[in-house]
Nanobody
């Protein structure tokens, strides 16, 4: 019912930057908080960043704080993840997720709270 399509992943050297995009379709984008998660080989999925419905509140994992920035453009149904100063440990498949909140406007870090998921985009940081 809600489709999420990520793009912008690729291969980058240590210290480089990438900008991921996620375009949503099928529902009113403004009632969804949005999040980014990642999963490396052999590891479980982990929270990266989240942004609330209105875009005024953001939440980050400690490992990316100060390096990554999440933002959204509700007019374009798009959420972004700007990644700077990339490290080898950032290598993973990055997933965009939507958290339906018709009555609230908060950020969440638990994957169980999210209703829809994209297929992911690979980010590889070479050392």
């Amino acid at each position: 019912q809600v489709q999420l399509v990520e793009s912008g992943g690729g291969l980058v050297q240590v210290g480089g930057s990438l900008r991921l995009s996620c375009v949503a379709s099928g529902r009113i984008f403004s009632i969804y908080a949005m999040g980014w998660f990642r999963q490396a080989p052999g590891k479980e999925r982990e929270f990266v960043a989240a942004i609330n419905r209105s875009g005024g509140s953001r939440l980050y994992a400690d490992s990316v704080k100060g390096r990554f920035t999440i933002s959204r453009d509700n007019a374009e149904n798009t959420v972004y993840l700007q990644m700077n100063s990339l490290k080898p440990e950032d290598t993973a498949v990055y997933y965009c997720a939507a958290d339906r909140q018709p009555y609230t406007d908060v950020t969440r870090r638990s994957g169980y709270e999210y209703d829809y998921w994209g297929q992911g985009t690979q980010v590889t940081v070479s050392s």
